[in-house]
C-alpha cells in the first residue's frame, strides 16, 4: 500500500538515513564543502514555530520518499505567504510510478491549507523535476548559481 501523509521531523530522520545518504549522493555538487549533517535542532525550531511542512512517502509503511518544506512570509513581500521547498526526494526503484507527482501535488495541497499563496521548488538542471516543473503550470522564478569561496 502507498501512502503520502505528514510527519514530524523525528518521524522522517528515524527511518531516512538511507534516503538521505542517497538523496545527497546523487545531487550534493560541492560534496567537499556540502558535508550531509542536518540541524536538527533548527528543523525542531521551526516546526515549534508553524514554519516546517514535512510529508512522507511511505510503500507499505516504509518510507521511500520524503518532501520537507519552509512556510513563511516571504521577507520582500511581507503579506506573502510562501512554501519553499527544501528537500524532495524519492528513492530510485520508485521513480517510474507516480508517487513523485503525487507528494509534489500532496505537499502544493498540505501549504495551500496552511495558508501559502506561493509554491517555490529547486530543481537542477537537466533532472526529471526541471522537466516536471513548467508542466504542472511552474515558471522560473530565479536561478541560482555557487561558487566555493
Given at each position: 500500500?502507498?501512502?503520502?501523509?505528514?510527519?514530524?521531523?523525528?518521524?522522517?530522520?528515524?527511518?531516512?538515513?538511507?534516503?538521505?545518504a542517497a538523496h545527497w549522493d546523487e545531487i550534493a555538487l560541492n560534496k567537499q564543502v556540502?558535508?550531509?549533517?542536518?540541524?536538527?535542532?533548527?528543523?525542531?525550531?521551526?516546526?515549534?514555530?508553524?514554519?516546517?511542512?514535512?510529508?512522507?512517502?511511505?510503500?507499505?509503511?516504509?518510507?521511500?520518499?520524503?518532501?520537507?518544506?519552509?512556510?513563511?512570509?516571504?521577507?520582500?513581500?511581507?503579506?506573502?505567504?510562501?512554501?519553499?521547498?527544501?528537500?524532495?526526494f524519492i528513492a530510485q526503484e520508485h521513480r517510474q510510478s507516480r508517487l513523485g507527482l503525487?507528494?509534489?501535488?500532496?505537499?502544493?495541497?498540505?501549504?495551500?491549507?496552511?495558508?501559502?499563496?506561493?509554491?517555490?521548488?529547486?530543481?537542477?538542471?537537466?533532472?526529471?523535476?526541471?522537466?516536471?516543473?513548467?508542466r504542472l503550470g511552474y515558471g522560473v522564478q530565479d536561478i541560482i548559481y555557487s561558487k566555493?569561496?
Amino acid at each position: 500500500m502507498t501512502e503520502i501523509r505528514e510527519a514530524t521531523v523525528d518521524q522522517i530522520l528515524a527511518s531516512a538515513s538511507e534516503l538521505f545518504a542517497a538523496h545527497w549522493d546523487e545531487i550534493a555538487l560541492n560534496k567537499q564543502v556540502m558535508q550531509l549533517k542536518p540541524d536538527v535542532a533548527r528543523y525542531h525550531v521551526l516546526d515549534a514555530q508553524g514554519m516546517l511542512l514535512v510529508l512522507g512517502a511511505y510503500v507499505d509503511e516504509v518510507l521511500v520518499g520524503y518532501s520537507v518544506n519552509f512556510l513563511m512570509n516571504h521577507l520582500h513581500y511581507a503579506d506573502l505567504h510562501v512554501c519553499s521547498n527544501d528537500l524532495l526526494f524519492i528513492a530510485q526503484e520508485h521513480r517510474q510510478s507516480r508517487l513523485g507527482l503525487q507528494l509534489i501535488k500532496r505537499t502544493e495541497e498540505a501549504a495551500k491549507g496552511r495558508g501559502a499563496q506561493l509554491m517555490l521548488w529547486h530543481a537542477k538542471p537537466d533532472t526529471a523535476l526541471n522537466a516536471l516543473m513548467p508542466r504542472l503550470g511552474y515558471g522560473v522564478q530565479d536561478i541560482i548559481y555557487s561558487k566555493e569561496v
